[in-house]
């Protein structure tokens, strides 16, 4: 019999170019692992400025748009899907406040984070918007 754990969760996670650019994507995916959440899916792809400003849509009014979709297509990315247990709270605790001067100590963007713009790792903030964010990037065969 197949068994199917209904409390799991998936969420949507972007790896960003300053953290492929810096080697540090096995560090995250440890803290990642050992917050509990498992990688069930991860490409490597090249995020294309239209791409970025669908994906960033929910931003487009804000005054730092263009910065976003210019850094976050400005070189490849990571993108996976973590499922665990409340994955999306889980994922955004271990990654810490947008801004890496702000986040908890032991956090990702702390640890790791460069600038508020370069703050190392995307994570969905809903469970609805990690299964439309899911899905912009896999198709189902391609998740484990
Ligand atoms: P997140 O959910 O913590 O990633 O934060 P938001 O959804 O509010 O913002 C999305 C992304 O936009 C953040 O991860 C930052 O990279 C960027 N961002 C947010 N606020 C600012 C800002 O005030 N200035 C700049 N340059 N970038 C920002």
């Known amino acids: 019999m197949v068994s199917f754990d209904m409390k799991k969760e998936r969420t949507l996670s972007i790896l960003k170019p300053d953290a492929v650019r810096r080697s540090i ?12 959440l498992s990688v069930v899916a991860q490409k490597m792809v090249h995020i294309s400025r239209e791409q970025a400003e669908r994906f960033y849509a929910v931003h487009r009014e804000r005054p730092f748009f263009r910065e976003l979709c210019d850094y976050i297509s400005s070189g490849p990315v990571v993108v996976q899907v973590l499922e665990g247990e409340n994955a999306v709270a889980k994922n955004r605790d271990a990654m810490g406040a947008t801004d890496p001067q702000k986040a908890a100590e032991g956090t990702i963007r702390k640890e790791f984070g460069i600038s508020i713009s370069e703050n190392t ?8 918007t990690a299964a439309a964010e899911i899905a912009f990037f896999f198709s189902g065969c391609e998740i484990y």
């Open 121 to 128: 790792v995307h994570g969905s903030d809903a469970h609805d």
């Open 25 to 36: 994507t096995g560090a995250i995916n440890k803290k990642f692992e050992d917050a509990g």
